[in-house]
Structure formats: structure tokens, C-alpha cells
């Protein structure tokens, strides 16, 4: 059987929440408490975090993750965990962002399924939920995808697509990215070696590169969304959430 590892890349000096890893959430680092998710899932050989900060890894390594140190200049996170890959031999990877918190191990478990049975050079399995409200599908802080009929993404983008007009019953075939990834070892390998691509760079989306390369996703439709958390105001409705006793499922 492969081996299947979660790579967590967390890096701390995020623009819009600085420091995000080690922000609180219940009283408990926003890093714990992904590793804990990504423990819960229960198919990993290892769940590492890489980080350009001592005191992520420490705090990793108190919930009881292996880390490793990557304090380089990276165009993404893709990109920072494809240069732990030396401290790590497994043939699979899920990339897990470290903002995560609520994410369903579930889903995680999914992603690993699939990704460890198809798992050629070239696909990555990824994740998006149905999105019900139109202020969500017009916030630009919320990924959406577009999705063919087989479940493989044409396009990803910050703007409101498929574009059209409000209605009160909602957005039609609207679907926000949940920021995770399956793929294989060598997969990770070549996108790392990609020269960041014009819509990358456009849109500030790294699945991108891989998109405008040719590298095919394939997307699992989970029930309700992932949390990522981007800004201050994220923060306290993810405390909220936590308070309401809520987790997201597949």
C-alpha cells in the first residue's frame, strides 16, 4: 500500500492576518488545531509542518506534528512544501493548508483515497461545497470553482463565476474551492518546477500554474464548506463557529 503523508505549509507572515498560524482559536494555536484534523483523518504515515518560523514548528511539534524549516522566499505554499520533500519518502501527499481548522477528516480521507488509487503523474484531487449566498459568491476572499460534467475543474477564480445576474433563489452552479490537495509525490515534483504562470500571477491562485500547464483536477463535491481563515474578521466567526459546537462534514 503507498504511502500517504499531510504536509501542512504555514506560513507566518501573512499579509492580511500576521502571525496566522499561531492566532488562537478557543484558546488553542489555529496549527493545533489543523494537525488535529488532519490526526483525526487516520491515514497519514506522518503529518509535517513547514514553516519559515521557529515558532510554528514548536508549537507543530507540542500537538505532534514532525516539522521541517523552510525560511526561503516561496512563490506559494505548493511550492514550500515541495522543498521538504527530501525529509519526506512517502509516494503521496496531501497538501493541507495550515488555516484549516474545521476541515472534515473525512474529506481528508477521501482526497487520500482517491489520489492513492488514480494516482498518476498529472492529477490532483481537490475539494469544493455548494455556496448558497450571493454575498459569498461575490467575495473575493472566496475561491470559487467551475466544474465540467465529470467533475474535472475547468477554471478557478476570485470573481463570481459562472457570471450572472442575482435572483432570490441564489447562485446557480456555484461552488467555493476548499484549499486542499491530493496528488502524487512526482506530481508535487513538477509543479515546483513550473515557472509561475500569467494567470497564477493574475488571479494570485497557485492551482493556476498547474491548470495553464495541463495538469488535471479532479474535484470532490463535499456537503458543506471548509473555514479557511484569511482575516481578522474570519477569526472571530471561525470563534463563533467553534462556540455553536459546528464542523464541517463531508
Known amino acids: 500500500m503507498p504511502n500517504l503523508a499531510c504536509l501542512i505549509p504555514a506560513r507566518f507572515g501573512s499579509t492580511r492576518l500576521p502571525g496566522k498560524p499561531l492566532a488562537l482559536l478557543g484558546g488553542k494555536p489555529l496549527i493545533a488545531?489543523?494537525?488535529?484534523?488532519?490526526?483525526?483523518?487516520?491515514?497519514?504515515?506522518?503529518?509535517?509542518?513547514?514553516?519559515?518560523h521557529s515558532g510554528v514548528l514548536h508549537e507543530a511539534k507540542k500537538a505532534g506534528a514532525e516539522v521541517v524549516l523552510v525560511?526561503?522566499?516561496?512563490?506559494?505554499?505548493?511550492?514550500?512544501?515541495?522543498?521538504?520533500?527530501?525529509?519526506?519518502?512517502?509516494?503521496?501527499?496531501?497538501?493541507?493548508?495550515?488555516?484549516?481548522?474545521?476541515i472534515a477528516p473525512s474529506l481528508l480521507k477521501a482526497?487520500?483515497?482517491?489520489?492513492?488509487?488514480?494516482?498518476?503523474?498529472?492529477?490532483?484531487y481537490t475539494s469544493a461545497a455548494p455556496i448558497l449566498r450571493w454575498?459569498?459568491?461575490?467575495d473575493q476572499n472566496r475561491v470559487k470553482v467551475v466544474?465540467?460534467?465529470?467533475?474535472?475543474?475547468?477554471?478557478?477564480?476570485?470573481?463570481?463565476?459562472?457570471?450572472?445576474?442575482?435572483?432570490?433563489?441564489?447562485?446557480?452552479?456555484?461552488?467555493?474551492?476548499?484549499?486542499?490537495?491530493?496528488?502524487?509525490?512526482?506530481?508535487?515534483?513538477?509543479?515546483?518546477?513550473?515557472?509561475?504562470?500569467?494567470?497564477?500571477e493574475i488571479e494570485r491562485l497557485e492551482q493556476l500554474r498547474a491548470l495553464e500547464h495541463g495538469f488535471e483536477f479532479r474535484v470532490i463535491?463535499?456537503?458543506?464548506?471548509g473555514f479557511g481563515i484569511d482575516t481578522p474578521e474570519d477569526l472571530q466567526k471561525a470563534e463563533a463557529f467553534l462556540l455553536c459546537g459546528q464542523s464541517s462534514s463531508l
Open 33 to 52: 488545531r489543523t494537525i488535529g484534523r488532519a490526526e483525526e483523518a487516520g491515514i497519514f504515515s506522518r503529518v509535517v509542518v513547514v514553516s519559515d
Open 71 to 102: 525560511d526561503e522566499p516561496c512563490a506559494s505554499g505548493t511550492d514550500r512544501i515541495a522543498k521538504a520533500l527530501s525529509w519526506v519518502e512517502d509516494d503521496f501527499i496531501v497538501n493541507l493548508q495550515a488555516d484549516e481548522p474545521f
Open 111 to 124: 482526497l487520500g483515497d482517491g489520489i492513492v488509487h488514480e494516482g498518476r503523474d498529472g492529477l490532483i
Open 135 to 138: 454575498e459569498e459568491f461575490e
Open 147 to 200: 466544474m465540467d460534467t465529470q467533475g474535472r475543474a475547468l477554471y478557478f477564480s476570485r470573481s463570481p463565476i459562472p457570471c450572472q445576474q442575482r435572483t432570490q433563489d441564489g447562485p446557480k452552479r456555484a461552488f467555493v474551492h476548499n484549499g486542499v490537495y491530493a496528488m502524487s509525490r512526482r506530481t508535487l515534483e513538477l509543479f515546483s518546477g513550473l515557472p509561475p504562470a500569467t494567470l497564477e
Open 221 to 225: 463535491v463535499a456537503l458543506t464548506q
